[in-house]
C-alpha cells in the first residue's frame, strides 16, 4: 500500500472519530501520531487531510448533500460520509490531487470498508461534484 493511500486510510478513521462527536480535532490529531505505527510521512498527510476537511466540512457537505440522489447526507454510513468529505475536500482544497484521483482513492477505499455497493455509490456521487462547476 502507498503513502497516500494508508495516510487516507487513517484520515478516514480520524473523521470517524470527529463524526462520532467524542473526540475533539486536537485529540483525533494526537491520537493519530501515538496510536498509528505509520511512517512521519503518512502521519503527516493524514494530518493535513483532517486539518483540512473538518474544518471546510461545512462548505463540503453542502456540495456532497446537492448532489445526493434520494439520499440525505446524516443518513449515509459514517465511513462513507468520510471518505466523501475527504474526496471533496481534495478535489475542492487541494490542488495537487487530480480530481479523479481523488474519486479514485475514495472508490477504492470504499470498497475495501463498505464493499462494491459502496464504492459505486461513492464512484456516482463524487463524479458528479467532480463535473459540477
Known amino acids: 500500500m502507498g503513502v ?3 495516510a487516507r486510510e487513517a484520515a478516514l478513521t480520524c473523521l ?3 463524526d462520532l462527536g467524542v473526540e475533539d480535532l486536537p485529540s483525533v490529531l494526537a491520537l493519530l501520531g501515538k496510536e ?3 511512517s512521519a510521512k503518512v502521519r503527516g498527510f493524514a494530518a493535513s487531510l483532517v486539518e483540512g476537511v473538518w474544518p471546510h466540512r461545512e462548505e463540503v457537505d453542502r456540495l456532497i448533500a446537492a448532489h445526493l440522489q434520494n439520499w440525505k447526507l446524516e443518513r449515509l454510513t459514517r465511513t462513507d ?3 466523501l468529505r475527504m474526496a471533496v475536500y ?4 487541494d490542488t495537487g ?3 479523479k484521483v481523488a474519486i ?6 470504499g470498497k475495501k470498508f463498505g464493499g462494491e455497493e459502496s464504492g459505486r ?6 463524479d458528479a461534484v467532480y463535473h459540477c462547476a
Open 36 to 38: 498509528r505505527k505509520a
Open 104 to 109: 479514485n482513492e475514495a472508490v477504492e477505499i
Open 97 to 99: 490531487v487530480p480530481g
Open 121 to 126: 455509490f461513492l464512484n456516482g456521487v463524487l
Open 4 to 6: 497516500r493511500r494508508e
Open 81 to 83: 460520509r468520510g471518505l
Open 90 to 93: 481534495e478535489m475542492k482544497f
Open 16 to 18: 470517524y472519530q470527529l
